[in-house]
T-cell receptor
Framework: NAGVTQTPKFRVLKTGQSMTLLCAQD?????MYWYRQDPGMGLRLIHY???????AKGEVPDGYNVSRLKKQNFLLGLESAAPSQTSVYFC??????????????FGQGTRLTVV | EDKVVQSPLSLVVHEGDTVTLNCSYE??????LLWYKQEKKAPTFLFML????IEKKSGRLSSILDKKELFSILNITATQTGDSAVYLC???????????FGSGTRLSIRP
């Protein structure tokens, strides 16, 4: 069972470059999320989606964009990377009902370094 | 401002010891509190708590919620080296657009 798959696993970007992180889930979940995890900060929600074609801002959305064109995929884009976006990024998904308030299944993370 | 505070930030114990991890919260319209275990990579789900005073158990792990005092504890008995991880507490609220994570407790079990 694949569960939640993130690509790539590692990436180094130069300041100003752009990139897209892909999240794919095969559990037919409606809710999908992107988090970033920084030392001592826990997980912070960047954007989330409650279904195909929908997106919403989370706690720290600035500098990121997302798209959910297909139910199984949730893309996170950085248009112009900054060193402050150096972090570990996690994608997650969960069922309805409950959405954000129920168990979430996480991908293995993407370690992004912006130099 | 909504917040979730975990304590201690880190803890080192010997194998076989019992540990208690704490999570306190201030969240508008509380709905659920979740515990996750994070080893090297992705967090994995442990418990979801919605009602006060009802203990949830899974093997050597147990957790309970106190909605009056706004906290939860996670107990691990007879600890093993495989319990070494960061334990994350998260709280969600009714109709909210986010679920808030604490910064985690790093637990290290020495043989």
């Amino acid at each position: 069972n694949a569960g939640v798959t993130q690509t790539p696993k590692f990436r180094v970007l130069k300041t100003g470059q752009s990139m897209t992180l892909l999240c794919a889930q095969d559990m037919n979940h409606e809710y999908m999320y992107w988090y970033r995890q920084d030392p001592g900060m826990g997980l912070r929600l960047i954007h989330y989606s409650v279904g195909e074609g929908t997106t919403a801002k989370g706690e720290v959305p600035d500098g990121y964009n997302v798209s959910r064109l297909k139910k199984q995929n949730f893309l996170l884009g950085l248009e112009s990377a900054a060193p402050s976006q150096t972090s570990v990024y996690f994608c997650a998904s969960s069922y309805i009902p409950g959405g954000l308030n129920t168990e979430a299944f996480f991908g293995q993370g993407t370690r992004l370094t912006v130099v | 401002e909504d917040k979730v505070v975990q304590s201690p930030l880190s803890l080192v114990v010997h194998e076989g010891d019992t540990v208690t991890l704490n999570c306190s919260y201030e969240v508008t319209n509380f709905r659920s509190l979740l515990w996750y275990k994070q080893e090297k990579k992705a967090p994995t789900f442990l418990f979801m708590l919605t009602s006060s005073g009802i203990e949830k158990k899974s093997g050597r792990l147990s957790s309970i919620l106190d909605k009056k005092e706004l906290f939860s504890i996670l107990n691990i008995t007879a600890t093993q080296t495989g319990d070494s991880a960061v334990y994350l507490c998260a709280v969600g609220s009714l109709g909210a657009s986010k679920i808030i994570f604490g910064s985690g407790t790093r637990l290290s079990i020495r043989p």
